[in-house]
């Protein structure tokens, strides 16, 4: 039996998931596919808008096998990270024969070889990456135009320029440095980019989908109406006295087509209890954090220099939200994917050292299950059997995972918990504790 092996955040689920895990399975000849997926939070630096059990099952009514959590150490993590900590469960779980990524250019040739590149630092590369950094540019930048003037050719580099492409080079960077015997496949991407904010026919971006979810952003197909915010929304909501479900929209009639009829099903049943949810609803909790915290010991938390520790501490006098907040910080190197993430580190305590500490022993120390389809619990068993890691089905049962391992699950516990306390207090609901959440079965 072959397994094709998918890394997604899917937030939300829509119909280019559902065909990359039915392509995957196709070009690979795969029987079965295993999802690795961000739990609460993405790598962009934000909550999902939608909790992780409600995302894995969508995945799971759409074709994927099994779905596991990828923890929250690595889900937040800069691409590099975020890619290592994928591909290593991957291979720990030792069931896993291919990785099926989606990427814009479908150049799978093309992509190894820039990932060869980057994996070897080369000389000439590594000067020219320093003197663009010298010049003010923000990493990525500096890396494409390092890449650029070493190829002496800006068509290879410009693989750089697309989001999920960048994600399949770390991919392939990652299958190199643990040398494993993961063959990696590419299918493209359909119809839309990564970025875009308006709907297309059929295969739309979660950009675009989240954009008429949320009530804090304009509606994809109203660009410039205004919204209120979600956190004023619940602010009417406790003085009113209605409850979030009268204050939110429905789920919007133009997603239909855009999100497979189960899942669509599922949205509406979930949506105003459980969904949406943005950055700005964990506004009071991060600027609490920052006010306990002082400078010094901001720049202990994943992702933030000593420059952005110091801009933290000058601005919070001027915090009014977190988007806001985010925006503040903002500086020509830095981009607002990392700040989101150093933000979003120094709320749930994701610190350098810990982080280190994980990487230097293996990088994970259990699987989390968070739901598979009854037909394929043999690959659990397999898993279990042949894997390095110990599938939890509740993350109780943990005797067996060493002082490493339960830090690790400590920050993924505290990191779910205040998710849903967040989820719990916008939409008064009662709280889910993770250590009574059950696996999902189909």
Do not use: W
């Not at 070897?120 to 010049?135: A, C, F, I, M, V």
């Not at 493209?188 to 952003?217: F, K």
């Not at 619940?234 to 497979?260: F, N, W, Y």
């Not at 989820?423 to 709280?431: C, L």
């Amino acid at each position: 039996m072959k397994i094709v092996g998918l890394i997604a955040e899917y937030n939300p689920f829509h119909n280019g998931h559902e065909y990359h895990i039915r392509k995957a399975k196709e070009v690979t000849g795969a029987d079965a596919a295993i999802v690795i997926m961000s739990g609460d939070y993405v790598q962009r630096g934000i909550p999902a808008i939608m909790p992780k059990r409600l995302r894995a099952r969508m995945a799971l009514l759409s074709g994927a096998d099994a779905v596991f959590e990828l923890p929250v150490c690595y889900s937040t993590a800069s691409a590099e990270l975020f890619a290592e900590g994928a591909v290593s469960f991957l291979e720990q779980l030792s069931v896993v024969d291919y990785l099926c990524f989606g990427s814009e250019c479908n150049d799978l040739a093309g992509m190894k070889h820039i990932a060869d590149i980057l994996y070897k630092e080369p000389d000439g590369y590594r000067k020219s990456l320093q003197e663009y950094l010298k010049t003010g540019n923000s990493f990525p930048a500096a890396r494409q135009m390092a890449l650029s003037s070493y190829l002496n050719q800006n068509k290879t580099a410009a693989i750089l320029n697309e989001p999920n492409n960048i994600l399949g080079i770390e991919y392939l960077k990652a299958l190199r440095k643990f040398g494993s015997d993961i063959r990696p496949f590419t299918i493209r991407r359909l119809e839309s980019g990564y970025h875009d904010q308006t709907l297309c026919d059929t295969y739309s971006s979660a950009s675009a989908i989240r954009a008429l979810l949320s009530p804090a952003v304009p509606s994809a197909k109203t660009s410039g109406s205004p919204f209120t915010p979600a956190s004023q929304i619940c602010m009417d909501e406790r003085i009113s006295g209605k409850s979030a479900t009268d204050s939110l929209r429905t789920v919007p009639d133009e997603l239909k087509g855009q999100i497979p009829e189960k899942c669509l099903v599922l949205l509406k049943e979930r949506y105003g209890t459980e969904f949406p949810i943005d950055a700005d609803d964990f506004s009071l909790l991060l600027k609490y954090r920052i006010l306990t915290t002082t400078a010094e010991e901001l720049i202990s938390f994943s992702d933030v220099s000593e420059e952005l520790a110091n801009r933290i501490s000058r601005q919070i006098n001027n915090y009014l939200n977190y988007t806001q907040f985010s925006g503040l910080l903002k500086t020509k190197e830095l981009t607002q994917t990392r700040i989101n993430r150093a933000l979003l580190h120094i709320l749930i305590g994701i610190k350098k050292d810990s982080l280190a500490e994980f990487t230097d022993n293996g990088y994970h120390f259990y699987a989390r299950l968070l739901g598979f389809r009854k037909d394929s619990e043999h690959l659990i068993s397999a898993a279990s059997k042949r894997g390095k890691l110990q599938v939890l089905a509740s993350p109780g049962r943990n005797e067996d995972i060493s002082p490493c391992g339960q830090n690790m699950l400590r920050q993924d516990i505290l990191a779910s918990s205040l998710y849903n306390s967040v989820v719990t207090d916008k939409f008064r609901t009662a709280f889910q504790n993770e250590y009574s959440q059950k696996v999902i079965k189909l």
